[in-house]
């Protein structure tokens, strides 16, 4: 091989005009590890997503299967469909800073491209005292320094004491500074009740929305962290991490996405990902640690929730997970106390570094499964497909056990307990007994664990919530993990409901938010999709709490009291067809009319299957229907080219639906 490849070198030198890779000819001369495209996806057949604009601009952006995004594309495909209106998914969005304005610092909404160019945006806005600066970062320790492990906070006590040695009214410009009070003003403006008495009013996101409260800060930070960029240190990482989380509180996921593959970079240019280096103290080992399982497992949450490629390859990660022992707690530069022998503050950010490692390991083999399926089928739909829907759901549930290995491990002391017989972790719907004794940081850690948990599990289950017909062929195990999904979306609502309800721990949370958002498009999504289900009386049920819980939310920004409208909007649709579809069964319509409402060939199986005991419930609802045939569908002429709808964006992702002889679009319309 040697020969041929020093033969092919005095070839190429000879050669007038060499190509840039090796021609089809020559490419028997390499080893196959060297053929450039080798790893090149050409020809896979991947479970394409959406293009769908959700911000101010009307240009589209790229989501996977994984995403909200999709599963809302889903449902407006299918409500579209049955009210035989024009698409509406842009309506499923409830209000938010990023549908308003361009970015978090321009003044007014209108073009983005003037808002962000006008001399009228200050560099110097209205900033706080040093007693407001310092009520503002006390907040952060006891709120994002428990759940982002990036700070040593006794060094960053002394670096903003240096910031005041010049003047006593005004500091010394410093980016994490201002990022820290930015993310602080945006989470402490959320305790403040708004001045909105209108419900209208309540849902519009306006300049003093507390979703972007503190955007000066955050604007000048960027404008510092401008001339770092060349050489970035670990403070310059530091800033980029907490600049995600701004963005994504404030609505703007692109941006926050961009900025995460930024801060990715960053630590790959630091050399974060390599193990530190032996000649390191421990303590600052350690806190490189943090600082990197911190950014790659937000990335890894963030391309999940997006349905995404990963930015940062773990293969080629070599810094082992940091420790969380008492003796690391101490050197951290914190001083929280131990809870008891087996958690420290520290505790939290290990387990939930490996929690999203679990959940990525599970997503990553599943979509390549489904990759290998839709190779197989030739990219037909997986919702047309029964048996390779079964296929796909089989292979979801057997790959679950990562996450059970996960939780089996989790310290009792990281898991809030239950009233009764109830079980953290867990989707009996039991009520929290929420410890008055243990320190707020840990109340909050154990609630942000269990509920990243319950997010994550609903997201894998989520797509086999399906709104096409399946033939007459039984999907027992795809009807599972949809009841699954369902489960551990209703278990999110009661959480959040009930501590809402009896404390502040999450209250201003706005991840919270986002987590209950997710949940209640997951029940509404399986309302339509199993109408008479028996898990839909609960389903919704909760749909209804958490409605109450974004009343609450609304109390402080626009963007939850938005949502709240929004599920009302889409529950009343539900409800709507839901009654559409009893009546028909009442009144002895057939069932082709019913079926063609809710184009659910699952309702002629055993809805009783994957329930877990805790969760059974009376199936008094439960209606058996006999499979529609081809040609009852069918026997209107113009079906073919009314009746069936597919979506443009996704040829291999999107159900066909069936529509409705009738017309309801002039009934309802989504607000």
């Given at each position: ?24 000819s020559s490419a028997g001369l390499l080893s196959p590890n060297l053929e450039p495209l080798r790893e090149h996806g050409a020809g896979r057949r991947f479970w394409d997503g959406i293009h769908t604009s959700i911000a101010q601009s009307s240009q589209t952006q790229s989501y996977g299967p994984s995403s909200a995004f999709y599963f809302i594309g889903r449902m407006s495909s299918y409500l579209d469909t049955a009210f035989q209106q024009a698409p509406s998914d842009h309506l499923m969005h409830p209000n938010s800073a990023s549908r308003a304005f361009a970015s978090p610092t321009s003044l007014w909404m209108g073009d983005s491209e003037e808002s962000l160019m006008s001399d009228e945006i200050p560099l110097k806005a209205d900033y706080l005292t040093r007693s407001q600066e310092e009520y503002f970062l006390g907040l952060f320790w006891q709120s994002y320094h428990c759940t982002m492990p990036i700070l040593d906070e006794s060094r960053f006590r002394e670096h903003y004491k240096s910031l005041w040695v010049t003047s006593g009214t005004s500091r010394k410009p410093s980016a994490l500074a201002d990022i820290i009070l930015a993310i602080c003003m945006q989470y402490g403006i959320a305790f403040l009740p708004r001045s909105h008495t209108d419900a209208a009013l309540r849902a519009v996101v306006d300049g003093d929305d507390a979703t972007i409260a503190g955007r000066w800060f955050y604007r000048r930070c960027q404008i510092l ?447």
């Amino acid at each position: 091989l040697e020969t041929q490849l020093e033969a092919h070198k005095h070839a190429s030198m000879k050669s007038v005009a060499s190509p840039p890779c090796p021609r089809s000819s020559s490419a028997g001369l390499l080893s196959p590890n060297l053929e450039p495209l080798r790893e090149h996806g050409a020809g896979r057949r991947f479970w394409d997503g959406i293009h769908t604009s959700i911000a101010q601009s009307s240009q589209t952006q790229s989501y996977g299967p994984s995403s909200a995004f999709y599963f809302i594309g889903r449902m407006s495909s299918y409500l579209d469909t049955a009210f035989q209106q024009a698409p509406s998914d842009h309506l499923m969005h409830p209000n938010s800073a990023s549908r308003a304005f361009a970015s978090p610092t321009s003044l007014w909404m209108g073009d983005s491209e003037e808002s962000l160019m006008s001399d009228e945006i200050p560099l110097k806005a209205d900033y706080l005292t040093r007693s407001q600066e310092e009520y503002f970062l006390g907040l952060f320790w006891q709120s994002y320094h428990c759940t982002m492990p990036i700070l040593d906070e006794s060094r960053f006590r002394e670096h903003y004491k240096s910031l005041w040695v010049t003047s006593g009214t005004s500091r010394k410009p410093s980016a994490l500074a201002d990022i820290i009070l930015a993310i602080c003003m945006q989470y402490g403006i959320a305790f403040l009740p708004r001045s909105h008495t209108d419900a209208a009013l309540r849902a519009v996101v306006d300049g003093d929305d507390a979703t972007i409260a503190g955007r000066w800060f955050y604007r000048r930070c960027q404008i510092l962290l401008t001339s770092e960029l060349e050489s970035p240190s670990i403070t310059t990482l530091q800033c980029q991490i907490l600049s995600v989380a701004y963005l994504c509180n404030a609505s703007f996921q692109n941006m926050a996405h961009s900025a995460l593959a930024l801060a990715v970079r960053t630590a790959h240019i630091l050399g974060l990902h390599l193990e530190p280096a032996d000649g390191l103290p421990q303590a600052q080992k350690e806190f490189q640690k943090q600082i990197w399982w911190t950014v790659f497992a937000i990335e890894i949450k963030t391309c999940m929730k997006l349905g995404r490629p990963f930015s940062a390859q773990i293969s080629q990660v070599t810094c082992t997970l940091p420790r969380a022992d008492k003796e690391s707690a101490v050197l951290s530069g914190s001083n929280f106390a131990s809870f008891n022998e087996d958690v420290t503050w520290l505790t939290y950010g290990l387990e939930n570094t490996k929690l999203i490692l679990a959940a990525r390991a599970i997503y990553v083999a599943f979509f390549e499964k489904c990759a290998n399926i839709l190779d197989i089928n030739g990219g037909k739909s997986l919702y047309n497909d029964s048996e390779s829907l079964e296929s796909c759901a089989e292979f979801l549930l057997s790959s679950m056990r990562c996450l059970q290995n996960w939780l089996r491990d989790v310290p009792d002391a990281l898991r809030t307990k239950r009233k009764g017989p109830g079980q953290s972790f867990s989707t009996d719907r039991s009520a929290l007994e929420v410890d008055p004794f243990a320190p707020v940081w840990l109340q909050r850690q154990r609630l942000m664990l269990e509920l990243l948990y319950h997010n994550l599990t609903m997201n894998l289950y989520r797509p086999f919530i399906c709104f096409s017909p399946k033939s007459n062929h039984s999907t027992p195990l795809a009807e599972r993990n949809a009841i699954s999904c369902v489960n551990h979306a209703i278990a999110m609502i009661h959480i959040i409901h009930q501590i809402l309800t009896e404390t502040d721990i999450m209250s201003g949370w706005h991840e919270v938010y986002q987590w209950q958002w997710n949940a209640t498009l997951s029940m509404i999504g399986f309302i339509l999709a199993y109408p008479v289900h028996p898990s839909t009386p609960s389903a919704r049920k909760a749909i209804n709490s958490a409605i109450d819980a974004f009343e609450s939310f609304g109390e402080n920004f626009a963007m939850a009291a938005s949502a709240a409208n929004v599920t009302r909007n889409l529950l009343a649709k539900a409800d709507l067809l839901i009654d559409r579809f009893r009546t028909g069964l009442t009144t002895g319509l057939t069932t082709t009319h019913a079926l063609s409402v809710y184009n659910n060939g699952d309702l002629v199986q055993d809805h009783g299957a994957g329930l877990d005991p805790s969760e059974s419930q009376a199936t008094d609802d439960t209606i058996t229907l006999q499979p529609e045939t081809s040609s009852a569908i069918t026997q209107d002429g113009s079906a073919d080219s009314m009746g069936l709808v597919f979506t443009v964006d996704s040829f291999n992702s999107f159900e066909p639906f069936w529509a409705d002889s009738g017309n309801l679009s002039n009934t309802w319309a989504y607000t």
